[in-house]
């Protein structure tokens, strides 16, 4: 198997789920129709907090691990500088030497802003290679690396917004590129980000109520070959919000929930024979039966993904994935975390729950967290991600700058 079954086979079984044995090219033509991208690693959720809160996080308290889930809460980090490491082996049920590491730092400017950077290196294992009798010649190793910059600013004190600008690498051929008209898929992206926190009282408690929008990887399509075929990247808007309420001096619990939404084309159905086969027009092109053409520009695809769905709004709907999950924190030292995200059957049927918890003392704290599906032997199932976070220099009380906003 070479580098690139090995990926496409392990990259269709982590999204569509049962969908796998459904046809792409005419995805739509049986019970499900999941949407599918390049470079979908730089969607994976890569750290073990909002991993363990079923892959939320657009509102939850900033932290280190906010350049990936809502790059405007860095603003409102309360150190002067940190950064973590997270790694976790990756279907593992599958093969035994993929993983996903995330690397991240940020650093305050000032009182109202915050630099982050952060790169993401999602390594695919190594590949056997052989001849046409079978016999070995090699090995490949392929991998695929994003690095990002952020800048995220406070607009007043409960409001802040941000900037990402990300590089993605991918290369899934190995030492093969350059062979046959293929090479390195890049891209550039984009991330935008918005942070509201407004401090309450409920039941008599000092509570806090947050509420997030994030629009990740907007940005060009990516190409493995000479050739014009191009695919889009995992454009996503997430929102969300969570509620937290400290019970005592002690004891403080966080409730979160978020939508997602990929703004991605979403495939078609294609027009077929009598004998199943897919027909073509004079060009050569495949006939749409229902729904609009995929192979459409960024902008096009982009807006064009909430109404191209061939079932219309029912399908749209379908696309939409939940997430939900509390974290309870005793003195700020110990956390539990539980989580469960949906996804439609007919969209990748990703459900699952999670698990996690949480250490910290002084500088330093470490994360876990744990994935179990509801499906049997499902590619997904126990995941694992372990995160390392230091935060240093905890700033000084500052003024005001506002009034809310």
């Known amino acids: ?35 599918t991208t390049a470079v979908p690693f730089v969607g994976f959720a890569p750290d073990s907090r909002g991993s363990a809160l079923g ?20 603003a409102f980090i309360e150190k002067d500088m940190g ?46 290679k052989t001849d046409i009798q079978g016999l070995p010649i090699g090995t490949e190793n392929p991998k695929e690396v994003a690095i990002d910059a952020t800048y995220s600013r406070k607009l007043t004190d409960r409001m802040s917004i941000a900037l990402s600008t990300r590089f993605i690498w991918s290369n899934l051929t190995g030492d093969l590129t350059g062979a046959t008209g293929a090479k390195n898929g890049t891209s550039v992206a984009i991330d935008l980000g918005y942070y509201y926190t407004q401090p309450m009282k409920f039941g008599g408690l000092d509570s806090e109520l947050s509420f997030g929008a994030h629009l990740s990887n907007f940005g060009q399509k990516v190409t493995y070959s000479t050739e014009s075929q191009e695919d889009f990247i995992p454009t996503n808007l997430r929102l969300g919000t969570s509620f937290t ?25 294609y027009a077929t024979d009598e004998n199943g086969d897919l027909q073509t027009d004079a060009n050569g092109d495949y006939i749409i039966e229902s729904g609009k053409d995929p192979n459409r520009p960024l ?12 079932g219309g709004f029912s399908e749209e709907i379908k696309e939409i994935m939940l997430s939900v999950g509390s974290e309870y924190w005793y003195r700020d030292v110990f956390a539990v975390r539980v989580g469960y995200f949906l996804e439609s059957e007919e969209k990748g049927n990703r459900k699952f729950f999670t698990a996690g918890i949480g250490f910290r003392y002084q500088v330093f704290g470490v994360d876990f967290s744990y994935l179990i599906p509801k499906q049997n032997n499902h590619p997904l199932g126990d995941t694992l991600r372990l995160s390392f976070l230091f935060n240093l220099d905890k700033n000084e009380p500052t003024e005001e700058i506002g009034n809310g906003g």
């Open 83 to 128: 950064f973590s490491f997270s790694y976790s082996p990756w279907l593992g049920r599958i093969v035994d030497d993929m993983s996903l590491n995330y690397l991240t730092f940020y650093k305050k400017i000032d009182r109202i802003q915050t630099f982050g950077a952060s790169m993401r290196y999602f390594d695919l294992g190594e590949i056997y």
């Open 1 to 35: 198997m070479n580098g690139i079954s090995k990926y496409l086979s392990c990259l269709c079984l982590l999204i569509t789920g049962n969908a796998f044995a459904q046809s792409f090219i005419n995805g739509a033509s049986g019970a499900s129709n999941p949407i």
């Open 299 to 310: 902008l096009s695809g982009v807006f064009g993904s909430f109404s191209d769905a061939p």
């Open 55 to 74: 892959d939320a996080g657009v509102a939850t308290s900033p932290d280190v691990y906010s350049t990936f889930w809502n790059n405007a809460k860095l």
């Open 245 to 269: 309420t400290n019970i005592d001096p002690f004891n403080t619990i966080t409730l979160v929930f978020d939508v997602n939404k990929l703004l991605v084309p979403t495939p078609p159905i």
